[in-house]
Nanobody, 124 residues
Framework: QVQLVESGGGLVQAGGSLRLSCAASGRTFSSYNMGWFRRAPGKEREFIAAVTSNGGRTSYADSVKGRFTISRDNAKNTLYLQMNNLKPEDTAVYYC?????????????????WGQGTQVTVSS
């Protein structure tokens, strides 16, 4: 089992940047594929990005490709999401998630463990 805690959210102007972090407890972080999701007001939780357990492969939603970068540091048990050129439509609660299986699925149901989320607000 793994516990996840997100941080780094906040208020930023359009065009700005933020880096989210997800700290994982437990000694098995390096065995999990990890993902970032977000839920905007009035919308369903949606896939943003994912990375394999060793960081060797990544996947992104089209809406963030070229602007967001997912990465991980297994020595620090931490997952990151670098977000550049933020837009008002990126406003959402951002969640990290862990998957105890192969692949980088996009559905919410593909992930076993979730953090509580961190709020990102982008002003125009």
């Amino acid at each position: 089992q793994v516990q996840l805690v997100e941080s780094g959210g906040g208020l930023v102007q359009a065009g700005g940047s933020l880096r989210l972090s997800c700290a994982a407890s437990g000694r098995t972080f390096s065995s999990y594929n990890m993902g970032w999701f977000r839920r905007a007001p009035g919308k369903e939780r949606e896939f943003i990005a994912a990375v394999t357990s060793n960081g060797g492969r990544t996947s992104y939603a089209d809406s963030v490709k070229g602007r967001f970068t997912i990465s991980r540091d297994n020595a620090k048990n931490t997952l990151y999401l670098q977000m550049n050129n933020l837009k008002p439509e990126d406003t959402a609660v951002y969640y990290c998630a862990a998957r105890s299986g192969l692949g980088l699925p996009t559905p919410v149901t593909g992930y076993n463990y979730w953090g509580q989320g961190t709020q990102v607000t982008v002003s125009s």
